[in-house]
């Protein structure tokens, strides 16, 4: 076997066939292990990091950072074997020889790129399509003329097994000075007034990889944590689980949110770049151009119905308030969206044709008993629709922190394709955008999704006397080939009858 391996880009979800390189996580040269993240890539649903399916050296990047690759072509060579010694230069032979992939039964079954049933190979999500022979690209220049092949230049703080790159040697008059004597030094001090000692710096974090299992990782991409800033409680100073939900639930310092990724803060709207015809062109790509086609299939396949419902929601409010005040919500961030989501799944009980999907196929209307429930999201790269696994099945408190990790994962751009994928109904909070309502359009496949409007004093006749009360709109757009007026009525009826009073309607519907 080939020590050298290469890794091709995998089928990472429902049949994508090409992925946008975002960002390299390793360059030619790094020590990597089993399931590190080495490339960040973006699909037409999300960003995603991809692990290594070999612990080993990089030995090439095929492709730069901005580069659009199919499934299937390589895109890192890893040696396998680096305690081997130093390889030959490479020849028309043993470029030959590179394994492209694995033989059937080389990986063990259920990892990355292992054999799946009817000769497919297990990717990230589910099983990707069937093995075929993949077509290399030629391979331009040689991996020391390649800009991505060059090694990096080694860190400052060499270790002392490294050699030393050579320098020129100073002249006289940039030598630093002799260090003076030490009665110099205590005579300085005893005469010059004591100083307050400079704040200490936190030892800097040991450089290399991050030591931490598979679902910490997971973890900590799903609660928005970076583990490059844990310090590892674990064995041999790997980062636990109980490290990432430390991380998560300690407030953020000053330095946290001035070290903040720009991905993760509010970024201002760029300028836009005109050329010489005063006209700006941007690529449709990624999330941007897979969101347009499923709109557009929406729009013009499912017979659209709007309908809306304006809501006294001050109980709604006080209720809030005090569930912000129990001990089991302290530490979780909640809003009024939670009321919304929870009102949600509780009309879906009394109304579950709301939650079913037209299948033309099988001329068939799928009902189904579990709520996926979608959360819209805007991002940087888009609009995105992730969401919640059978919502429905979840406590209040547990509803609570699956909406902070969906949200927080999806601002930091990392959502992953299985999130999604697979959602029966859908909200999107227009009101945090100062927007009363709107009409919206179906995600392909859901029977309807509400728009939630943004919150407003208003006056309101409550008692028969005319107050100042928090009101909003609900927008409740459906497929009329599923639902007809009658039942949208009384689902959207449902939903604004547990905002008028969540209290009473938790003791009575539940």
């Keep these: 076997m080939s020590r050298i391996k290469e890794f091709t880009l995998p089928d990472l979800g429902e049949g994508l066939t090409e992925g946008e390189i975002l960002t390299w996580l390793v360059k030619v040269g790094d020590t990597i292990e089993l399931n590190q993240p080495i490339v ?12 290594a399916k070999w612990a080993g050296v990089v030995t090439r990047i095929f492709h730069e950072a901005g580069s659009t690759v199919e499934v299937g072509a390589p895109i890192i060579s890893i040696d396998t074997d680096p305690s081997a010694g130093d390889l ?15 033989e059937e039964g080389a990986v063990e079954p259920g990892m990355i790129g292992g054999p799946a049933p009817g000769g497919r190979t297990a990717v990230l999500v589910g099983y990707g399509p069937r093995t075929t022979t993949a077509k290399r690209r030629p391979r331009i220049g040689t991996p020391t003329t390649s800009p991505t092949s060059a090694p990096a230049t080694p860190p400052a703080a060499a270790t002392a097994t490294e050699a ?18 030490a009665a110099a030094v205590a005579q300085a001090t005893s005469v010059a007034p004591a100083q307050p000692a400079p704040a200490q710096a936190a030892p800097p974090r040991a450089t290399g990889p991050v030591l931490a299992k598979p679902p910490v990782r997971k973890l900590a991409r799903d609660l928005g944590v970076d583990l490059t800033t844990i310090t590892g409680t674990g064995p041999v100073g790997s980062v636990t689980r109980d490290d990432v939900q430390k991380a998560a639930a300690a407030p953020a310092s000053a330095e946290t949110v001035a070290a903040e990724p720009p991905a993760t ?3 201002a709207v760029p300028a836009a770049v005109f050329d010489a015809s005063r006209e700006q062109r941007i690529p449709i790509k990624g999330v941007r151009k897979l969101t347009a086609e499923n709109m557009v299939a929406s729009a013009f396949t499912a017979p659209h119905v709007t309908e809306f419902l304006t809501v006294d929601v001050t109980r709604t409010m006080k209720s809030l308030e005090r569930l912000k005040t129990r001990p089991e919500f302290r530490d979780v961030r909640i809003s009024p969206l939670l009321f919304v989501a929870k009102a949600v799944l509780l009309a879906v009980k009394r109304h579950p044709m709301v939650n079913s999907t037209w299948s033309a196929a099988t001329n068939e209307i799928v009902v189904k008993d579990y709520v996926n429930l979608g959360i819209a999201a805007a991002t940087e790269r888009g609009l995105i629709v992730p969401n919640i696994k059978d919502a429905g099945r979840l406590t209040l ?14 601002k930091s751009g990392k959502t992953p394709p299985s999130d999604m994928s697979g959602g029966t ?5 227009v009101g945090v955008f100062g927007v009363d309502t709107g009409t919206p359009i179906l995600p392909p496949g859901e029977a309807a999704i509400l728009a939630f409007g943004a919150i407003r004093p208003t006056p309101w006749v409550h008692k028969g006397k005319i107050k100042i009360r928090q009101v909003t709109t609900l927008g409740l757009s459906f497929d009329h080939r599923i639902v007809d007026g009658e039942l949208g009525s009384k689902f959207l009826r449902d939903i604004g009858g547990f905002l008028e009073d969540p209290e009473a309607a938790l003791l009575s519907w539940t």
């Design 265 to 267: 803060r509010p970024a």
């Design 397 to 410: 408190r547990e509803l609570a922190d699956a909406l902070t990790a969906l949200v927080q994962t999806a």
């Design 88 to 102: 030959p230069a490479p020849s028309a032979e043993s470029l030959a020889a590179v394994e492209v992939a694995p």
């Design 40 to 51: 960040e890539v973006e699909t037409a649903k999300a960003a995603v990091e991809i692990p």
């Design 425 to 429: 109904f859908s909200i999107t909070n």
């Design 164 to 181: 030393p790159a050579p320098v020129a040697q100073p002249t006289p008059a940039s030598s630093p000075p002799p260090a003076p004597p």
